[in-house]
């Protein structure tokens, strides 16, 4: 469960929104408004529990994702460069794979 703290700076009031990760760590992020922490907090707590949750501050871009997870799999030497093939053709090559794996919105892959 997370937490949205007041916070007074130099006459600026602030709302930090605090959660925990997947992994145990404290995540952060500061608005101006406590109603946008609130609602962006509950996205990020709704997003755990359904497991679709992506660490904002993770830099993996979609083709580096897409490489380790084809890495991953067991494949036969063929299928394997079949694999390859199709990640670089189809996103390496494309504006979609140099972007930020957690800036991807699901229309984007869609489309």
Do not use: C
């Not at 990760?21 to 907090?41: E, I, M, P, S, T």
């Not at 949750?53 to 580096?64: I, M």
């Amino acid at each position: 469960m997370g937490s949205v703290d007041k916070r007074v700076r130099n006459g600026k009031t602030t709302y930090l929104a605090r959660w925990r990760d997947n992994a145990g760590r404290q995540r952060k992020k500061a608005f101006d408004r406590k109603v946008d922490a609130d609602r962006y907090l509950k996205e990020i707590e709704a997003d755990l529990l359904r497991g679709q949750y992506v660490d904002p501050t993770d830099r993996t871009t979609v083709v580096e994702y897409a490489r380790v997870w084809a890495a991953g799999r067991v494949h036969r030497p063929t299928t394997a460069r079949r694999v390859a093939g199709q990640i670089e053709k189809h996103i390496a090559g494309t504006p979609l794979g140099n972007r930020r794996l957690s800036a991807v919105l699901p229309s984007e892959v869609q489309a």
